[in-house]
DNA sequence: ACCTCTTTGTTCAAGTTTCAAGGACAGGCG
DNA sequence: CGCCTGTCCTTGAAACTTGAACAAAGAGGT
């Protein structure tokens, strides 16, 4: 819990936030939460699903065969093992995903989606497609899109459980 | 899905993204949720609750005699006022909340800091900066931090219903 | 005063997420 | 084989979120 700054900042007092800094961040803040709400609503509405849970059905979708192990799945998603169990039985219930054994390891499972999922995904998509375009890409040049682009594949991976060079000093 | 449209803007065909929205959107995906998560972790581990009541406390401790009508806090932390309601019942719980009666409007509450609140705070706000500097600042250049605030602004405002010093004229 | 529409904040029920715990299998080693 | 140890996934309870419905009080108009 002790900082080891030592060069510009005194050696316990914490690195505040530049006003500039806190603009950026309110900002980041502000809009992820109310775009992750409003997708979040939208998709409740015209799909009768949560954002992540379409997010899921799209996974699938693009997996050869339709399918996934849970594992995979779970971590194309950036979600934990046992929301995904939590969130594959919901869908499972609404008939939009099946389970599976695997057949070469007996501990593993298999989402599959199912055609009426595939029938969802369709009917829904172009209206999040265009919902997203709306609240974010209509908004932003291509410059900005670009950038935008660059700086989340930084933030996300720094972030990765267990990936890139990130072996940075820990200082808290 | 397949049905691929061959002009550039077909009338009722959904415009889907392009390869490098796609790539831009899922950058955007995954970072903002991991970002989420490791922050709500990192707050719930060393102040004992979730991201969103630490910045609903920050609110209150920013604002004058710490404290805040329960709509005006609601509007500053992006929320429904009935998710302020029970954050607030929980934090009242905790004790860092107090709620006071508005003498004005006597439907009216205010969410108090208590000091036990600030204190909180105090404790936990520098283990947080830290957290975010280390997720973010300083992974981005001065240009990318200048950049990622524009866009983040630009996105929340378009999602606002209705914000910023506007008194324009409303036609209904 | 009266009536109506809006605002404020809460509550209920249903749905979702988290964390800790656990069952079942796989892989390695003596 | 028997015994670890790690991986895969699920479960249950508690915490959190959501949307609709609600009571109470303000705000205006007539």
Redesign the interface.
């Known amino acids: ?1 002790e ?1 080891m700054n030592t060069a510009s900042a005194p050696a316990d007092e ?4 530049t006003a ?2 806190q ?3 309110r ?12 997708l979040d609503r939208q998709l409740q509405r015209d799909a009768g699903m949560p954002h ?1 849970y379409y ?1 899921l059905l799209v996974g699938l979708a693009e997996a050869p065969h339709r399918r996934l192990r849970m594992t995979e799945l779970a971590m194309q998603a ?2 934990t093992r046992s929301r995904l169990s939590h969130a594959v039985a919901r869908l499972e219930k609404s008939g939009w995903v099946r389970r599976e054994d695997c057949p070469s390891d007996k501990r593993g499972q298999f989402a599959v989606l199912t055609d009426a999922g595939l029938e969802v ?2 009917r829904t ?2 209206g999040h ?2 919902a ?6 209509d ?2 040049t291509p410059e ?13 991976e ?3 459980p267990n990936e890139a060079g990130a072996d ?1 000093p820990w ?2």
């Open positions: 819990m900082t914490p690195q505040w936030l500039e800094e603009r950026v961040w900002a980041y803040l502000h809009a992820t939460t109310l775009l992750e709400d409003h992540i997010g950036k979600i995904l369709r998509a172009p497609v265009s997203v375009r709306q609240a974010l890409f908004r932003l900005q899109q670009k950038s935008l682009g660059e700086i989340m594949q930084i933030v996300a720094g972030l990765q940075l200082l808290r």
